[in-house]
């Protein structure tokens, strides 16, 4: 069984809550163990304060990590943007640059993505086709792509574990190099698909929570917004939906309603469920 030190956990995922709560719930019997614990609590226990604390400890993509960065993290950081930079040209990391800091400025946070295997032509086009989004879509995003940066990270954590032990041991050897294949593994899966796997451990749900979820943000405070009703509806109209502003001519059926909590969360808004049928749904305040 491994066991690991908050420094540790903190270059996998820069929330101190997130490095905390995986000691809280260390040791773990594998990375697969690791990996499940850690996307129930950066799911559900790390807050919006946790979440943004992670966001700001990557550099901006194209730029080296500061010296403040945890040197696992820093070493990392390099490793995961090396084909963007191997990519790059003067003209493209300045167009990075720029769309890096109109981006800052509209979500209030640095653009985040999992870089490991994507060159500087596909991280732009992306933070382009994001930039769009609406500041809460953009928020889940993020997360969702802070948790593919995490995965990666805890299977090499894991894998410098077993390389630090494994001297003269033939069967640790074994362990370390299946541990490399899987971090090969996930990055090439990573840069094809938005929702990250992990083997057979990440077939198995561990959702807790249902799948369609609201975060309200106060955006003239900067903080999350507490005590706002939030209700889910499903488009199940006969005729046309309406359009954003028009009159709502009935067709849309309720799925729940909840209160958000003091981090500006919704409460359950609908079944915890794997699978969410194609349709439209919007929130109303």
């Not at 933070?127 to 995490?150: D, G, S, W």
């Not at 083997?199 to 799948?211: L, N, V, Y």
């Amino acid at each position: 069984m491994e066991r690991y030190e908050e420094e540790e956990y903190l270059a996998c995922c820069g929330s101190t809550q997130f490095a905390k709560e995986m000691v809280k719930a260390s040791p773990f019997e594998s990375v697969h163990e690791a990996v499940a614990a850690a996307r129930d609590i950066w799911f559900n226990k790390v807050d919006v304060n946790g979440w943004l604390e992670a966001f700001s400890a990557h550099p901006q993509i194209g730029q080296s990590p500061s010296p403040n960065h945890p040197t696992a993290a820093a070493q990392w950081s390099k490793g995961e943007q090396s084909t963007a930079l191997a990519t790059a040209t003067t003209s493209t990391l300045q167009e990075l640059f720029d769309w890096n800091a109109r981006y800052k400025h509209k979500f209030g946070f640095i653009f985040l993505i999992c870089a490991s295997g994507r060159s500087t032509a596909e991280i732009l086009a992306d933070l382009k086709k994001r930039y769009p989004n609406r500041p809460i879509v953009e928020f889940e995003i993020a997360a969702q792509e802070q948790m593919k940066v995490t995965e990666l990270r805890l299977v090499k954590l894991f894998s410098s574990k077993i390389k630090s032990t494994s001297k003269g041991d033939q069967h640790a050897t074994v362990s370390v190099k299946k541990a490399e294949d899987r971090v090969s593994i996930i990055g090439g899966h990573l840069t094809k698909t938005s929702e990250s796997s992990f083997g057979k451990a990440s077939q198995i749900s561990t959702r807790t929570r249902p799948p369609i979820t609201t975060h309200v943000l106060d955006v003239s405070q900067g903080s999350p917004a507490a005590g706002v009703e939030v209700c889910l509806e499903i488009w199940k109209g006969t005729h046309p939906r309406p359009l954003f502003g028009e009159p709502d001519v009935g067709g849309w059926v309720i799925q729940g309603s909840s209160t958000t909590d003091g981090d500006g969360r919704s409460g359950q808004l609908m079944s915890i469920v794997d699978v969410v049928n194609p349709g439209n749904i919007q929130n109303k305040f």
